[in-house]
Protein backbone atom coordinates (compact mmCIF):
# COMPACT_ATOMS: atom_id res chain seq x y z
CA UNK A 1 0.00 0.00 0.00
CA UNK A 2 1.69 3.73 -0.90
CA UNK A 3 1.55 6.08 1.34
CA UNK A 4 -0.41 9.26 0.13
CA UNK A 5 2.46 12.27 0.28
CA UNK A 6 5.32 10.19 1.51
CA UNK A 7 8.16 10.68 -1.34
CA UNK A 8 10.82 11.65 0.30
CA UNK A 9 12.51 8.72 2.54
CA UNK A 10 15.65 8.64 3.63
CA UNK A 11 16.87 5.80 0.79
CA UNK A 12 20.00 3.93 1.35
CA UNK A 13 22.35 4.64 -1.21
CA UNK A 14 22.15 2.07 -4.14
CA UNK A 15 25.32 -0.08 -2.96
CA UNK A 16 24.52 -0.39 0.76
CA UNK A 17 20.60 -1.43 -0.11
CA UNK A 18 21.55 -5.43 -0.52
CA UNK A 19 23.20 -5.20 2.91
CA UNK A 20 19.96 -3.92 4.73
CA UNK A 21 16.87 -6.44 5.29
CA UNK A 22 13.30 -6.09 4.99
CA UNK A 23 11.46 -2.83 6.96
CA UNK A 24 15.18 -1.81 8.55
CA UNK A 25 16.83 1.51 8.15
CA UNK A 26 20.45 2.51 8.07
CA UNK A 27 21.25 4.09 11.29
CA UNK A 28 24.94 5.72 11.69
CA UNK A 29 24.68 5.78 15.81
CA UNK A 30 24.43 2.74 18.54
CA UNK A 31 20.94 3.34 20.11
CA UNK A 32 20.50 1.22 23.16
CA UNK A 33 17.70 -1.00 24.27
CA UNK A 34 17.07 -2.66 27.49
CA UNK A 35 14.21 -4.00 29.45
CA UNK A 36 15.23 -2.40 32.77
CA UNK A 37 17.98 -0.10 34.35
CA UNK A 38 21.40 -1.45 33.49
CA UNK A 39 23.42 -3.06 35.55
CA UNK A 40 26.70 -2.39 37.03
CA UNK A 41 28.64 -5.44 37.22
CA UNK A 42 32.32 -5.06 38.43
CA UNK A 43 34.59 -7.32 36.98
CA UNK A 44 35.78 -8.50 40.45
CA UNK A 45 32.04 -9.98 40.23
CA UNK A 46 31.82 -11.38 36.94
CA UNK A 47 31.84 -15.27 35.76
CA UNK A 48 30.85 -17.11 32.90
CA UNK A 49 29.40 -20.78 33.05
CA UNK A 50 28.66 -22.89 30.65
CA UNK A 51 25.73 -25.13 31.75
CA UNK A 52 23.87 -28.30 30.95
CA UNK A 53 19.96 -27.50 32.08
CA UNK A 54 20.81 -26.96 35.75
CA UNK A 55 24.26 -28.83 35.75
CA UNK A 56 27.20 -26.76 35.62
CA UNK A 57 30.10 -27.28 33.54
CA UNK A 58 32.64 -24.99 33.75
CA UNK A 59 33.01 -21.74 35.10
CA UNK A 60 35.42 -18.87 34.38
CA UNK A 61 36.48 -15.79 36.01
CA UNK A 62 36.99 -12.57 34.56
CA UNK A 63 40.97 -12.93 33.98
CA UNK A 64 40.36 -16.41 33.44
CA UNK A 65 38.10 -15.69 30.43
CA UNK A 66 40.08 -12.83 29.46
CA UNK A 67 42.95 -15.24 29.18
CA UNK A 68 41.36 -17.79 26.45
CA UNK A 69 42.04 -17.32 22.41
CA UNK A 70 40.36 -13.87 21.55
CA UNK A 71 38.74 -13.35 17.79
CA UNK A 72 37.46 -9.60 15.85
CA UNK A 73 34.58 -9.75 14.31
CA UNK A 74 33.30 -6.87 12.28
CA UNK A 75 29.59 -7.22 11.33
CA UNK A 76 26.61 -5.67 10.59
CA UNK A 77 23.84 -5.87 13.20
CA UNK A 78 20.33 -5.67 12.98
CA UNK A 79 17.95 -4.20 15.76
CA UNK A 80 14.02 -5.54 15.43
CA UNK A 81 13.27 -1.54 15.95
CA UNK A 82 14.47 -1.35 12.93
CA UNK A 83 17.82 -0.09 12.83
CA UNK A 84 20.82 -1.70 11.20
CA UNK A 85 24.42 -0.57 11.67
CA UNK A 86 27.47 -1.26 9.73
CA UNK A 87 30.39 -2.68 10.43
CA UNK A 88 30.45 -3.11 13.97
CA UNK A 89 33.81 -3.84 14.84
CA UNK A 90 34.07 -6.34 18.20
CA UNK A 91 36.41 -8.70 19.60
CA UNK A 92 36.11 -11.65 22.34
CA UNK A 93 35.76 -14.71 22.49
CA UNK A 94 34.48 -17.22 20.13
CA UNK A 95 31.44 -19.62 21.14
CA UNK A 96 33.59 -22.43 19.50
CA UNK A 97 37.01 -21.78 21.77
CA UNK A 98 34.60 -21.90 24.54
CA UNK A 99 33.45 -24.88 24.48
CA UNK A 100 37.15 -26.22 23.17
CA UNK A 101 38.48 -24.86 26.66
CA UNK A 102 35.74 -26.56 28.55
CA UNK A 103 36.78 -30.18 26.70
CA UNK A 104 32.95 -30.46 25.54
CA UNK A 105 31.23 -30.73 21.93
CA UNK A 106 27.57 -28.95 22.16
CA UNK A 107 25.40 -31.47 24.02
CA UNK A 108 22.42 -30.38 23.09
CA UNK A 109 20.62 -29.11 19.94
CA UNK A 110 19.59 -25.60 21.97
CA UNK A 111 20.77 -23.23 24.14
CA UNK A 112 19.32 -20.22 26.30
CA UNK A 113 22.09 -16.85 26.53
CA UNK A 114 21.41 -16.16 30.53
CA UNK A 115 22.91 -12.44 31.72
CA UNK A 116 23.55 -11.03 34.95
CA UNK A 117 19.74 -9.02 35.52
CA UNK A 118 18.30 -12.26 35.21
CA UNK A 119 17.06 -11.64 30.67
CA UNK A 120 17.52 -14.64 28.83
CA UNK A 121 17.00 -15.71 25.32
CA UNK A 122 17.07 -18.85 23.13
CA UNK A 123 19.42 -19.34 20.29
CA UNK A 124 19.83 -22.85 18.56
CA UNK A 125 22.98 -24.18 19.03
CA UNK A 126 24.24 -24.66 16.01
CA UNK A 127 23.73 -20.75 15.56
CA UNK A 128 26.41 -20.40 17.92
CA UNK A 129 29.59 -22.59 16.63
CA UNK A 130 31.28 -22.87 13.91
CA UNK A 131 32.45 -18.86 13.69
CA UNK A 132 28.83 -17.32 13.77
CA UNK A 133 28.70 -16.37 17.53
CA UNK A 134 30.91 -14.72 20.21
CA UNK A 135 31.07 -13.52 23.93
CA UNK A 136 32.53 -9.84 22.87
CA UNK A 137 34.39 -7.64 25.44
CA UNK A 138 35.53 -5.19 23.54
CA UNK A 139 33.85 -2.86 20.92
CA UNK A 140 35.54 -0.48 18.68
CA UNK A 141 38.82 -1.92 20.71
CA UNK A 142 37.67 -0.73 23.81
CA UNK A 143 35.46 -2.33 26.63
CA UNK A 144 32.10 -2.57 26.42
CA UNK A 145 30.35 0.18 27.95
CA UNK A 146 27.31 -1.08 30.67
CA UNK A 147 24.59 0.41 28.38
CA UNK A 148 25.22 -1.59 25.43
CA UNK A 149 25.98 -4.62 28.19
CA UNK A 150 29.71 -4.71 29.33
CA UNK A 151 31.56 -5.97 30.76
CA UNK A 152 30.51 -9.13 28.02
CA UNK A 153 27.42 -9.46 25.79
CA UNK A 154 26.95 -12.05 23.07
CA UNK A 155 27.49 -11.58 19.91
CA UNK A 156 24.81 -13.51 17.38
CA UNK A 157 25.03 -10.74 14.54
CA UNK A 158 23.36 -12.76 11.92
CA UNK A 159 19.75 -12.86 14.41
CA UNK A 160 18.13 -9.95 15.29
CA UNK A 161 20.23 -8.46 17.83
CA UNK A 162 17.89 -9.08 21.11
CA UNK A 163 19.25 -12.62 20.77
CA UNK A 164 22.90 -10.85 21.87
CA UNK A 165 22.13 -11.17 25.42
CA UNK A 166 23.25 -8.14 27.22
CA UNK A 167 25.79 -8.66 30.48
CA UNK A 168 25.85 -12.24 29.15
CA UNK A 169 26.96 -14.61 32.19
CA UNK A 170 26.50 -18.08 30.72
CA UNK A 171 25.57 -20.42 28.30
CA UNK A 172 22.54 -22.98 29.16
CA UNK A 173 21.83 -26.01 26.64
CA UNK A 174 18.63 -27.48 26.58
CA UNK A 175 17.14 -30.24 25.62
CA UNK A 176 14.06 -28.30 24.00
CA UNK A 177 13.63 -24.74 22.39
CA UNK A 178 12.69 -22.99 25.69
CA UNK A 179 11.46 -19.26 25.43
CA UNK A 180 13.80 -16.67 27.00
CA UNK A 181 12.79 -13.63 28.19
CA UNK A 182 11.40 -11.53 25.21
CA UNK A 183 10.25 -14.25 23.04
CA UNK A 184 8.02 -15.25 26.31
CA UNK A 185 6.51 -11.21 25.23
CA UNK A 186 5.79 -11.75 22.02
CA UNK A 187 9.02 -11.51 20.36
CA UNK A 188 10.18 -14.31 17.93
CA UNK A 189 12.09 -17.86 18.88
CA UNK A 190 14.41 -17.66 15.93
CA UNK A 191 14.46 -13.86 14.72
CA UNK A 192 15.63 -13.69 11.13
CA UNK A 193 16.25 -10.28 10.03
CA UNK A 194 16.25 -11.33 6.31
CA UNK A 195 12.66 -12.91 6.73
CA UNK A 196 11.54 -10.45 8.87
CA UNK A 197 10.73 -12.84 12.03
CA UNK A 198 10.42 -10.15 14.62
CA UNK A 199 7.28 -11.60 16.48
CA UNK A 200 5.82 -14.57 17.58
CA UNK A 201 3.07 -14.56 14.52
CA UNK A 202 5.52 -14.02 11.91
CA UNK A 203 6.31 -17.24 10.08
CA UNK B 1 8.70 -6.65 -0.39
CA UNK B 2 5.16 -7.15 -1.80
CA UNK B 3 2.67 -4.69 -0.66
CA UNK B 4 -0.15 -6.54 -1.54
CA UNK B 5 -2.62 -7.15 1.58
CA UNK B 6 -2.31 -10.93 2.46
CA UNK B 7 -4.57 -12.73 4.21
CA UNK B 8 -1.51 -13.77 7.07
CA UNK B 9 -0.01 -10.13 6.64
CA UNK B 10 -0.04 -8.96 9.96
CA UNK B 11 -0.28 -4.80 8.52
CA UNK B 12 -3.40 -4.21 8.13
CA UNK B 13 -4.84 -0.53 6.48
CA UNK B 14 -6.12 2.05 9.65
CA UNK B 15 -7.61 5.10 8.73
CA UNK B 16 -6.74 8.69 10.01
CA UNK B 17 -9.79 9.94 11.70
CA UNK B 18 -8.77 12.75 13.60
CA UNK B 19 -5.99 15.23 14.36
CA UNK B 20 -4.88 17.38 17.45
CA UNK B 21 -2.06 19.46 18.23
CA UNK B 22 -1.34 18.91 22.23
CA UNK B 23 1.84 21.16 22.22
CA UNK B 24 3.77 23.00 19.70
CA UNK B 25 6.03 19.70 18.86
CA UNK B 26 3.76 17.01 19.53
CA UNK B 27 0.24 16.03 17.84
CA UNK B 28 -2.18 13.38 18.23
CA UNK B 29 -3.35 10.89 15.78
CA UNK B 30 -6.25 8.65 15.88
CA UNK B 31 -6.43 5.74 13.76
CA UNK B 32 -9.10 3.71 13.45
CA UNK B 33 -7.68 -0.14 12.13
CA UNK B 34 -9.56 -1.72 9.55
CA UNK B 35 -9.63 -4.84 12.22
CA UNK B 36 -9.93 -3.39 15.70
CA UNK B 37 -8.28 -4.77 18.77
CA UNK B 38 -7.52 -4.44 22.25
CA UNK B 39 -4.79 -3.29 23.60
CA UNK B 40 -3.16 -3.35 27.29
CA UNK B 41 -2.06 0.00 28.47
CA UNK B 42 1.63 0.51 27.78
CA UNK B 43 1.98 -1.08 24.43
CA UNK B 44 2.77 0.16 21.19
CA UNK B 45 2.20 -0.10 17.02
CA UNK B 46 4.31 -0.21 14.45
CA UNK B 47 3.46 2.40 11.88
CA UNK B 48 5.05 1.42 8.18
CA UNK B 49 5.19 4.28 5.32
CA UNK B 50 5.61 3.34 1.53
CA UNK B 51 6.84 5.55 -1.31
CA UNK B 52 5.42 4.92 -4.67
CA UNK B 53 8.98 3.03 -5.83
CA UNK B 54 8.65 0.73 -2.87
CA UNK B 55 10.49 1.88 -0.43
CA UNK B 56 9.59 1.81 3.10
CA UNK B 57 10.39 3.43 6.75
CA UNK B 58 8.74 1.85 9.68
CA UNK B 59 8.89 3.04 13.60
CA UNK B 60 7.02 2.28 16.14
CA UNK B 61 4.82 4.75 18.19
CA UNK B 62 3.34 3.99 22.05
CA UNK B 63 -0.77 3.90 22.27
CA UNK B 64 -1.49 6.90 24.02
CA UNK B 65 -5.52 5.92 24.67
CA UNK B 66 -6.92 3.45 26.80
CA UNK B 67 -7.76 0.04 26.48
CA UNK B 68 -11.16 0.99 26.86
CA UNK B 69 -11.02 3.98 24.76
CA UNK B 70 -13.19 2.11 21.60
CA UNK B 71 -12.42 1.68 18.26
CA UNK B 72 -9.61 4.84 17.49
CA UNK B 73 -6.03 4.31 18.87
CA UNK B 74 -4.72 6.93 19.87
CA UNK B 75 -0.87 8.06 18.95
CA UNK B 76 1.36 11.17 20.30
CA UNK B 77 3.63 12.00 17.74
CA UNK B 78 6.91 14.06 18.87
CA UNK B 79 7.98 16.37 15.61
CA UNK B 80 12.09 15.85 15.25
CA UNK B 81 12.64 18.15 12.49
CA UNK B 82 15.19 15.88 10.44
CA UNK B 83 13.62 12.97 11.21
CA UNK B 84 12.22 10.73 8.11
CA UNK B 85 9.10 9.69 9.63
CA UNK B 86 7.47 12.15 12.23
CA UNK B 87 7.58 15.41 10.11
CA UNK B 88 5.87 13.37 7.68
CA UNK B 89 2.59 13.43 9.99
CA UNK B 90 3.14 16.66 11.00
CA UNK B 91 3.16 18.18 7.46
CA UNK B 92 1.53 15.50 5.58
CA UNK B 93 -0.68 12.89 7.14
CA UNK B 94 -4.43 14.21 6.99
CA UNK B 95 -7.65 12.68 8.14
CA UNK B 96 -9.50 9.95 5.77
CA UNK B 97 -5.91 8.93 4.57
CA UNK B 98 -4.66 5.67 4.85
CA UNK B 99 -1.78 4.45 7.17
CA UNK B 100 -0.19 0.72 7.68
CA UNK B 101 -0.47 -0.40 10.78
CA UNK B 102 0.33 -3.66 13.32
CA UNK B 103 0.19 -4.70 16.48
CA UNK B 104 -0.47 -4.35 19.25
CA UNK B 105 3.16 -5.19 20.16
CA UNK B 106 5.17 -5.29 23.34
CA UNK B 107 4.82 -8.04 26.00
CA UNK B 108 6.64 -6.13 28.75
CA UNK B 109 5.94 -2.78 29.59
CA UNK B 110 2.62 -3.27 30.14
CA UNK B 111 -0.19 -2.41 33.22
CA UNK B 112 -3.59 -3.86 33.63
CA UNK B 113 -5.02 -2.51 36.85
CA UNK B 114 -5.06 -5.82 38.37
CA UNK B 115 -1.72 -6.20 38.28
CA UNK B 116 -1.93 -3.84 41.24
CA UNK B 117 -0.31 -1.19 43.16
CA UNK B 118 1.30 1.27 44.37
CA UNK B 119 2.64 2.17 40.52
CA UNK B 120 5.47 5.13 39.59
CA UNK B 121 5.71 6.31 36.47
CA UNK B 122 8.33 8.04 35.52
CA UNK B 123 8.50 9.89 31.95
CA UNK B 124 10.71 12.18 30.15
CA UNK B 125 9.10 14.47 27.16
CA UNK B 126 6.73 11.79 24.78
CA UNK B 127 8.19 9.06 26.97
CA UNK B 128 5.06 10.00 28.49
CA UNK B 129 2.69 8.66 26.22
CA UNK B 130 2.43 4.85 27.11
CA UNK B 131 2.25 5.93 30.81
CA UNK B 132 -0.51 8.21 29.81
CA UNK B 133 -2.42 4.61 28.52
CA UNK B 134 -2.01 3.56 31.77
CA UNK B 135 -3.46 6.84 34.22
CA UNK B 136 -6.33 6.66 31.59
CA UNK B 137 -6.81 2.77 32.10
CA UNK B 138 -6.96 3.56 36.11
CA UNK B 139 -9.28 5.99 35.27
CA UNK B 140 -11.69 4.30 33.51
CA UNK B 141 -11.51 1.51 35.78
CA UNK B 142 -11.93 3.51 38.38
CA UNK B 143 -9.15 1.34 40.08
CA UNK B 144 -8.29 2.25 43.44
CA UNK B 145 -4.14 2.26 42.76
CA UNK B 146 -2.16 4.98 43.67
CA UNK B 147 -0.23 6.24 40.85
CA UNK B 148 2.87 8.78 41.30
CA UNK B 149 3.55 10.17 37.86
CA UNK B 150 6.69 12.13 37.42
CA UNK B 151 6.50 13.89 34.26
CA UNK B 152 9.61 15.94 32.98
CA UNK B 153 9.51 18.69 30.18
CA UNK B 154 11.50 20.99 29.04
CA UNK B 155 8.97 23.63 29.62
CA UNK B 156 5.17 24.15 30.51
CA UNK B 157 3.73 24.32 27.26
CA UNK B 158 5.36 21.33 26.71
CA UNK B 159 3.75 19.54 29.18
CA UNK B 160 1.90 16.91 26.84
CA UNK B 161 -1.77 15.86 27.91
CA UNK B 162 -1.45 18.68 30.55
CA UNK B 163 -5.27 20.03 31.08
CA UNK B 164 -6.00 16.13 31.50
CA UNK B 165 -3.28 15.23 34.00
CA UNK B 166 -3.57 18.11 35.75
CA UNK B 167 -7.45 17.74 35.65
CA UNK B 168 -6.68 13.70 37.54
CA UNK B 169 -4.49 15.43 39.75
CA UNK B 170 -6.84 17.92 41.47
CA UNK B 171 -9.66 15.01 42.21
CA UNK B 172 -7.10 13.47 44.80
CA UNK B 173 -8.32 9.84 44.27
CA UNK B 174 -4.89 8.52 44.44
CA UNK B 175 -3.82 10.38 41.40
CA UNK B 176 -0.47 12.14 42.21
CA UNK B 177 0.93 14.73 39.02
CA UNK B 178 4.33 15.50 39.84
CA UNK B 179 6.02 17.97 36.77
CA UNK B 180 9.34 19.31 36.55
CA UNK B 181 10.15 21.62 33.95
CA UNK B 182 14.11 21.56 33.07
CA UNK B 183 14.04 25.01 31.09
CA UNK B 184 11.42 26.85 33.18
CA UNK B 185 11.08 27.70 36.64
CA UNK B 186 7.94 25.37 38.17
CA UNK B 187 4.41 26.56 37.92
CA UNK B 188 2.80 24.86 41.07
CA UNK B 189 3.25 24.16 44.89
CA UNK B 190 4.82 21.08 44.65
CA UNK B 191 6.39 20.89 41.35
CA UNK B 192 9.85 20.57 40.26
CA UNK B 193 12.72 22.71 37.93
CA UNK B 194 15.29 20.61 37.56
CA UNK B 195 16.02 17.62 35.77
CA UNK B 196 15.17 14.26 37.67
CA UNK B 197 17.25 12.72 40.44
CA UNK B 198 17.26 10.41 43.21
CA UNK B 199 15.86 13.07 45.69
CA UNK B 200 12.93 13.47 43.36
CA UNK B 201 12.17 9.90 43.44
CA UNK B 202 12.39 9.43 46.98
CA UNK B 203 9.86 12.62 47.72
CA UNK B 204 7.71 11.39 44.63
CA UNK B 205 7.59 7.84 46.46
CA UNK B 206 6.71 9.72 49.39
CA UNK B 207 3.31 10.52 47.83
CA UNK B 208 2.50 6.58 47.76
CA UNK B 209 0.46 5.24 50.38
CA UNK B 210 3.29 2.54 50.32
CA UNK B 211 6.51 1.79 48.67
CA UNK B 212 6.15 1.18 44.83
CA UNK B 213 5.41 -2.99 43.29
CA UNK B 214 6.11 -1.76 40.00
CA UNK B 215 7.97 1.15 38.08
CA UNK B 216 7.57 2.48 34.70
CA UNK B 217 10.43 4.73 32.75
CA UNK B 218 10.19 5.96 29.31
CA UNK B 219 11.64 8.38 27.33
CA UNK B 220 15.02 9.07 25.20
CA UNK B 221 17.92 6.47 26.20
CA UNK B 222 19.33 9.09 27.94
CA UNK B 223 16.30 9.93 30.11
CA UNK B 224 15.69 6.14 30.80
CA UNK B 225 19.61 5.81 31.77
CA UNK B 226 19.43 9.13 34.31
CA UNK B 227 15.61 8.30 35.80
CA UNK B 228 16.30 4.89 36.18
CA UNK B 229 19.57 5.09 37.98
CA UNK B 230 17.64 7.87 40.29
CA UNK B 231 14.91 5.49 41.32
CA UNK B 232 18.16 2.74 42.21
CA UNK B 233 19.62 5.53 44.01
CA UNK B 234 16.41 6.06 46.13
CA UNK B 235 16.16 2.40 47.02
CA UNK B 236 13.99 0.86 44.42
CA UNK B 237 14.59 -2.50 43.78
CA UNK B 238 15.87 -2.89 40.20
CA UNK B 239 13.78 -5.87 39.47
CA UNK B 240 10.55 -3.78 39.70
CA UNK B 241 11.70 -1.20 37.13
CA UNK B 242 10.04 -1.17 33.50
CA UNK B 243 12.05 1.02 31.05
CA UNK B 244 10.98 1.48 27.50
CA UNK B 245 13.33 3.58 25.58
CA UNK B 246 12.80 5.43 22.20
CA UNK B 247 15.87 5.04 20.70
CA UNK B 248 18.08 7.45 20.85
C1 LIG C 1 8.60 1.20 21.64
C2 LIG C 1 8.74 2.61 21.13
C3 LIG C 1 7.70 3.50 21.32
C4 LIG C 1 7.78 4.82 20.83
N1 LIG C 1 6.74 5.68 21.09
C5 LIG C 1 6.82 6.95 20.64
C6 LIG C 1 5.74 7.89 20.91
O1 LIG C 1 4.73 7.57 21.55
N2 LIG C 1 5.86 9.16 20.43
C7 LIG C 1 6.97 9.56 19.71
O2 LIG C 1 7.01 10.72 19.30
N3 LIG C 1 7.99 8.71 19.48
C8 LIG C 1 7.94 7.41 19.89
N4 LIG C 1 8.99 6.54 19.62
C9 LIG C 1 10.10 6.99 18.76
C10 LIG C 1 9.72 6.78 17.29
O3 LIG C 1 9.68 5.40 17.00
C11 LIG C 1 10.71 7.40 16.30
O4 LIG C 1 12.01 6.98 16.65
C12 LIG C 1 10.66 8.91 16.27
O5 LIG C 1 9.37 9.36 15.88
C13 LIG C 1 11.70 9.46 15.30
O6 LIG C 1 11.44 8.98 14.00
P1 LIG C 1 11.77 9.88 12.75
O7 LIG C 1 11.63 9.00 11.54
O8 LIG C 1 11.00 11.15 12.75
O9 LIG C 1 13.27 10.26 12.97
P2 LIG C 1 14.54 9.44 12.42
O10 LIG C 1 14.61 9.63 10.95
O11 LIG C 1 14.49 8.08 12.92
O12 LIG C 1 15.67 10.24 13.10
C14 LIG C 1 15.76 10.32 14.53
C15 LIG C 1 16.86 11.26 14.86
O13 LIG C 1 18.08 10.63 14.50
C16 LIG C 1 18.76 11.36 13.54
N5 LIG C 1 19.08 10.45 12.39
C17 LIG C 1 18.88 9.12 12.36
N6 LIG C 1 19.31 8.57 11.22
C18 LIG C 1 19.81 9.56 10.47
C19 LIG C 1 20.40 9.62 9.19
N7 LIG C 1 20.59 8.54 8.42
N8 LIG C 1 20.73 10.82 8.74
C20 LIG C 1 20.55 11.91 9.50
N9 LIG C 1 20.03 11.91 10.71
C21 LIG C 1 19.66 10.76 11.20
C22 LIG C 1 17.88 12.51 13.14
O14 LIG C 1 18.68 13.66 13.29
C23 LIG C 1 16.74 12.56 14.09
O15 LIG C 1 16.84 13.63 14.98
C24 LIG C 1 8.93 5.23 20.11
C25 LIG C 1 9.98 4.32 19.92
C26 LIG C 1 9.91 3.03 20.41
C27 LIG C 1 11.05 2.09 20.19
Redesign the interface.
Same mark, same amino acid.
Given at each position: MVTRGFFSGRRPPSDTDARIPPGQYLEQGFPVLSAGPTPRVRTEDWSFTLKQGPKPLKKWNWAEFNALPQSKMTRDIHCVTAWTKFNTPWQGVMIDDILADAGIEPPTAYTLALSFDGYSTNVPTKDLVTGKAMVALLYEGKPITADHGGPARLLVPHLYFWKSAKWVNGLQFTERDEPGFWELRGYHMYGDPWREQRYSSDP | ?S?E?SP?S?WQ?ATIARIEKRTPRVTSFWFKPSRPFTHLAGQHV?I? $????DG??????YSIASAPQAGAAVELAIERLDDG?VSP?FHD??AVG????LRGP $????FIWEDSDGGPILLVGGGSGVVPLMAMVRHRTQRNAAVPVALVFSARVWDEVIFRDELIGLDDRRDGFDLVLTLTREPARRPADYSRRVDAHMMAQAIERLPKAPRLAY?CGS?AFV?AA??A??DADVP??I???E?Y??
Open positions: - | MSPQPADR $LTAPYQARRSEFVADEIE $LGGHVNSAQLIAGIRTRGV
